[in-house]
C-alpha cells in the first residue's frame, strides 16, 4: 500500500465514522434532548434525525408515553386527629421534554413528593374519620 492508499483509508474511515454519529433514530414514544458543548439546542423527535458530528452530542432520553407511578404507603392524620394510612397512584405524561429533562432533576421523585403532599392535604385538612366510622353498622 502506498501512502496515498493509506490516506485515503483514514479519510473513507473518518467520513464512515462521522455519518454514522451525524444520524440518529429515535424510537417512538421518546424525545431526545440534543446539547451543543453541552448547552440544550433542540429536541429530537421520533423517526431519523441528523446531527452535526462531534459537536452535538444526543443529552437526555425521555419516554413522552403516559407513565404509571406507585406512591408508596404512609400515615396521614384527618382534622380529627386520627391516623390513616393511605397510598395512591398517578399516571403521568411528559408534556414539555426540554424542561422535564433541565428544570427538575429525579422527575419521578419530585412527582412522588408532590403527590404525597398532596394526599396529605387533603384528607388532613377536609376528612374526618369520625363521621366515617359512625356510618358503618356496629357488627359484634
Known amino acids: 500500500m502506498t501512502?496515498?492508499?493509506i490516506v485515503l483509508l483514514v479519510l473513507l474511515l473518518l467520513a464512515v465514522l462521522a455519518?454514522?454519529?451525524g444520524i440518529r433514530t429515535v424510537p417512538q414514544g421518546e424525545v431526545w434532548t440534543v446539547e451543543r458543548f453541552g448547552a440544550f439546542t433542540r429536541l429530537l423527535q421520533p423517526g431519523l434525525n441528523l446531527v452535526i458530528p462531534f459537536i452535538d452530542q444526543v443529552g437526555r432520553k425521555?419516554?413522552?408515553q403516559e407513565v404509571v407511578l406507585d406512591i408508596p404507603e404512609q400515615?396521614?392524620?384527618t382534622r380529627d386527629n386520627a391516623s390513616v394510612l393511605v397510598d395512591g397512584i398517578v399516571y403521568y405524561r411528559v408534556m414539555d421534554p426540554a424542561k422535564a429533562a433541565y428544570a427538575v432533576q429525579r422527575?419521578?421523585?419530585?412527582l412522588t413528593a408532590l403527590a404525597m403532599t398532596n394526599i396529605r392535604a387533603v384528607i388532613g385538612d377536609s376528612l374526618r374519620f369520625e363521621p366515617c366510622c359512625a356510618a358503618r353498622p356496629y357488627r359484634a
Open 3 to 5: 501512502g496515498t492508499e
Open 19 to 21: 455519518v454514522s454519529k
Open 62 to 64: 425521555l419516554n413522552v
Open 75 to 77: 400515615s396521614v392524620i
Open 107 to 110: 422527575m419521578e421523585q419530585a
